[in-house]
């Protein structure tokens, strides 16, 4: 086990990519928090990680709300001592070019996307360089690195993650913590559901997705699951500051 008795937050955990991430992570040792706004959901992950054998708990968790997170991260830290691996995940995709986005569309996405990201890290820091070290992953998209035609607001706060996250990489190297984001390309998951709709159903983004994507496919929430593995883990333990894309070869263009 890769992961034994470290202690992981993981934020949006209740579904898809983090849910992926919650379980692959307990499945190797670690002890995994999960935060998610739907009290319900962050439950289903810790009754089936349970049922698979490993340990977590749910701490439900609006991570744009300030003080319901640096509960969630002060008390993790009281309760288990230590916060090893903090992964900030909760994003939300408001479409639109810049016309189309509405002022309160590009506050919610700096919020949700980048804010609660940077709130998450300046929370867990202090923990990590009292205790020696840590590990964060911050979920930004391929869509920070690159333009897409009407994403007006999600490439600009997902590149805005990939910055900020070289910049916590820079600042605390020396502190023995390491910060990487993770950029998913098309991962199947709800996350999609109002695109899909959007598109025409089913078909249609099947026939989109499969027409974009160098590799004819979307992911599977489990193998994002994988890179974060990597990334959370001491398999990546030289590596800091990056940008992992995931996304079958979409970011070629
Ligand atoms: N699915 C994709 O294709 C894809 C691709 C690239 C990046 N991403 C990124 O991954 C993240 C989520 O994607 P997913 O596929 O796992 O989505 P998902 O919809 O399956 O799960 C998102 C989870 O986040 C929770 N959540 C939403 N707002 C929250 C908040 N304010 N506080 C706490 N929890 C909250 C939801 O309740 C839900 O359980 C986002 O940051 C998104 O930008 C997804």
Known sequence: MILKDRVAIVTGSGSGIGRSGAEIMAREGAIVVVADRDADAAAE??????????????????????????????GTAKAHGRIDILHNHAGIQVAGTLEEVTPEGMDASWRLNVRAHFMGCRLAVPHMKRQGGGVIVNTASNSGVFVDKGMLAYITTKAAVIMMTRQIALDYAKYNIRANSLCPGWVDTPFNEPYIRQMGGRKAIETYVSGMIPMGRWASSGEIAEAILFLASDRSSFMTGHDLVVDGGEWFG
């Open 45 to 74: 992950t810790v009754a089936r990680i349970g049922k698979a054998g490993g340990r977590a708990e749910s701490c439900p968790t609006d991570v744009t709300d300030d003080e319901a997170l640096a509960r969630l991260v002060e």
